[in-house]
């Protein structure tokens, strides 16, 4: 029953990617990427944002913004050290 949700037709890769750039600049001050990744439950799209500390957790306010799914791709926050993208996803 839970892969119902998943179900539903997704964006392609680029443009999925693109307008998560665009929403994210406009309501993220610190810096960030979007990639993509895979883990046992399949293919994901990916806000990468930098915070002070990675433990604590994002506002309630800003978690809001981002629901499960991401223009059909099944959507994860993962919250990095700054510095952490200039280092590890500057491709």
Not at 62 to 73: P, V
């Amino acid at each position: 029953m839970a892969n119902i949700f998943w179900n539903d037709k997704k964006a392609s890769k680029q443009d999925a990617k693109k307008a998560l750039m665009e929403y994210i600049a406009d309501n993220w001050t610190g810096g960030f990427t979007v990639d993509f990744h895979s883990d046992d439950g399949g293919e994901m799209i990916r806000a990468v944002l930098e915070v002070n500390d990675p433990s604590d957790l994002l506002g309630q306010e800003f978690r809001s913004k981002f629901d499960a799914k991401w223009m059909g791709w099944r959507m994860i926050v993962l919250k990095v050290p700054i510095g952490h993208v200039r280092v590890f996803f500057n491709k």
